[in-house]
């Protein structure tokens, strides 16, 4: 069954050629032109991802975006002319599944859109034991972390991250690795996104974080 997107996007040229990449993709798909028109199209639960463009002509895409993490986990990629490091962290802070830059490789990004489905369409084994690495304590089950018994919240792919590398303590994994197994794209793929999340992950854990980067080759996680 075709999957449906919800293309956020006011600039017609590049909605059309979006449209039709993603139409070849084996994509259905639905547009809006405005924050107000995005709004009143989530409560179609047939839409399983949205692409949503931050430089909206009545709103500003990252509103939407809160209003889209308060409703529930609906995967969202933000593809944006935006590319500075601040908009790029709030996106993801704020639960962005990945974060696109104009202008862009529409076959990369349909190939992005498909990594995310795959990766929602995983579930976690509930039997899945604890990993523990040093004061934080992550629940694959439960999807829960915790720093000395405080709970944390972390945005989904923080923890998959996180949860990955804790769970292979030691082992150095580049960039490509990461992104191939969190997120599911290929070693071509922009490897910037790890980075933020890493940093992200430094900056809420502070100094309990068990990831060190390792110069030159990655990241790795403290055994615990």
């Not at 489905?117 to 040093?134: C, N, W």
Request: with cysteine.
């Amino acid at each position: 069954m075709k999957r449906t997107v919800l293309v956020v996007e006011d600039e017609k040229a590049i909605a059309d050629v979006v449209e039709m990449y993603l139409d070849q993709g084996n994509f259905k798909t639905r547009l809006a032109t405005t924050g107000a028109e995005a709004r009143r199209q989530l409560d179609d639960p047939s839409i399983g991802l949205v692409l949503l463009d931050l430089g909206l002509p009545d709103d500003d895409g990252i509103d939407v975006l809160r209003e889209i993490r308060s409703r529930g986990a609906l995967p969202v990629i933000v593809v944006t002319a935006r590319d500075g490091e601040t908009d790029r962290v709030l996106g993801l802070e704020l639960g962005a599944d990945d974060y696109v830059t104009k202008p862009f490789s529409p076959r990369e990004l349909v190939a992005r859109v498909k990594a995310v489905l795959r990766r929602e369409e995983r579930t976690e084994s509930p039997d899945d034991a604890p990993i523990t690495a040093g004061s934080v304590r992550l629940d694959p089950a439960s999807r829960e972390v915790t720093v000395d018994g405080k709970a944390l919240e972390l945005t989904r792919k923080e923890f998959d991250l996180l949860a990955y590398l804790v769970a292979r303590p030691g082992r150095v994994l580049n960039r490509a690795q990461l992104l191939e197994a969190v997120w599911g794209y290929p070693d071509d793929v922009d490897s910037r996104t790890v980075d933020v999340h890493i940093a992200q992950l430094r900056r809420k854990l502070g100094k309990a974080c068990p990831v060190k980067t390792v110069r030159g080759v990655g990241y790795k996680a403290d055994a615990g």
